[in-house]
């Protein structure tokens, strides 16, 4: 096709939107990487990574009917690789190049259970790097299917053996670090830019989101850096936001935090990914939490279905604890009629098709033998 044939193809592809005076250009796919004349006023972002970040403040409002306060939920799904932890591994990474560690051909290397590696797999395509990742067997088959359709190559580790076990994720990861050249470990639980990456981009967005009248922040805590890197940015503006952890059953943190001592009579299996830890995590700022408040596996499940069937937001497993953790604040009186609570959704429902919106897998763990009803539709079937 002629250069001539092309632009007049394109030209004839224009729309105007809304009658502004910007337009959308529908380019043929053999021209999207070469750089055109008129590239400048094409309004695309330059590849998904612009995306990150910035996300929206949207209020709650059938699953709070009757609660005592206002509830507005930080969506994180709609990061590009739907977590929060697109955030970290934008930022770990590109402190990375900075210092000059990473350089081309880097092998990036993390523990994670799912949503991290995710992130960081995302940002190796776009910036050409290997990514190697050691995940707990505890993460759902769709989270590792995920990892590998994105070039990850994936060690599925046992979830239920000590951190200090060298089958555990934390010790092959670092086995692994050892053993590849020119490789860099991102090691989320120990890594102060965790912290760095919510401080510098989910508080201030929250502080602008809220104008200010945040009183209360509540959030899940696995390796900590959501929940202390916002937190330090909110309390540094306003030292009177209370920020609540949340934490599961089986997991050290609450009694950590209560006792600064590790209690492993503490420790013991528990289904939700991503929330609480058998170990202390270094990323966690404990004195920047006001409280941690436990939640079970069960109602957080049947939240998460909830908040789905109520907001039309598709939760994650821990959007459905944090949630949870808002009832039982709500239910014990915490908030004021005046208080502006926000509580932040990490991921989207669709990592979880195979677990808490599987009503087997519900059965299984003995979910659903509760007094709860959940609003699941039956599905029809159109005979042929
Ligand atoms: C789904 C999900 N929710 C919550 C968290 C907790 O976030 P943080 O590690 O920043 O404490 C994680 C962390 O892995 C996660 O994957």
Known sequence: MSFKTRLSKIISNFALTNGKSSFTFLVPWDFQNQTFCMAHKINAYNNVLELIGNTPLVRLNKITAGFTGNFFAKVESFNPGHSSKDRIAIHIIEEAERKGILTEGSTIIETTSGNTGFSIAMVSIIKGYDCILAVSSKSSKDKIDMLRSMGATVYVCPAHVSADDPRSYYEVAKRLHKETKGSIYINQYFNELNI?????????????????????????????????????????????????????????????????????????????????????????????????????????????????????????????????????????????????????????????????????????????????????????????
Not at 254 to 272: C, G, L, M, N, S
């Open 196 to 384: 760095d990456a919510h401080y510098m981009s989910t508080g201030p967005e929250i502080w602008k989101q809220t104008n200010g009248y945040i009183t209360h922040l509540v959030a899940c805590s696995g390796t900590g850096g959501t929940i202390s890197g916002t937190a330090k940015y909110l309390k540094e503006q306003n030292p009177n936001v209370k920020v609540i952890g949340v934490d599961a059953y089986g997991s050290v943190l609450k009694k950590y935090h209560e006792t600064r001592k590790f209690d492993a009579k503490e420790v013991y299996p528990y289904r939700i990914e991503g929330l609480g830890k058998n170990l202390i995590p270094g990323a966690t700022n404990f004195d920047l939490i006001d409280e941690f408040i436990k939640v079970t596996d069960s109602e957080s499940a049947h939240t998460a279905r909830e908040i789905s069937n109520t907001e039309g937001i598709f939760a994650g497993y821990t959007s459905g604890a944090v949630m949870q953790a808002i009832k039982q604040l709500n239910e014990r009186g915490e908030f004021g009629a005046d208080d502006n609570v926000v509580v932040i959704f990490p991921d989207h429902g669709s990592r979880y098709m195979s677990k808490i919106y599987s009503d087997q897998w519900m059965e299984d763990q003995g979910f659903l033998d509760t007094d709860k009803v959940d609003e699941t539709q039956e599905i029809q079937y159109v005979k042929g």
